[in-house]
């Protein structure tokens, strides 16, 4: 799945269509899965439509043994050594709101 001009609705259902099919793949009923999942079966049918919770569809990928994909889909982020020195040592909790320009920006100078 490219994400490249899709909308957030269009991926949360190509999301759930392969929820659908690795359940299939696993010869798996959606209420095999919501047992396992600990979820009801409607939420087992919301999820493979795309329209689920985040807490659901995270508990819907441990019973279908995909949670370790998180990592692939969402890499833990570093702290950059800038903003690390900048706090000296502290992490940061909030964004300060103000827009970092590009390259691109400056080059129109």
Do not use: C, Y
Not at 16 to 43: P, Y
Not at 79 to 102: E, F
Request: charged letters at 25%.
């Amino acid at each position: 799945m490219s994400i490249d001009k899709k909308t957030p609705m269009a991926i949360a259902e190509e999301l759930g269509e392969r929820l659908k099919q690795a359940r299939l793949n696993q010869n798996l009923t959606q209420l095999d899965v919501s047992e396992i999942a600990g979820v009801t079966r409607h939420a087992v049918m919301q999820a493979e439509k795309g329209k689920v919770q985040l807490e659901i569809f995270v508990a819907i990928l441990a019973a279908l043994n995909l949670d370790a994909h998180l990592d692939l889909f969402l890499p833990k982020q570093l702290i950059s050594p800038v903003q690390l020195a900048k706090l000296q040592g502290k992490q940061r909790q909030r964004a300060s709101g103000q827009k970092v320009q590009d390259d691109e920006d400056m080059s129109s100078w």
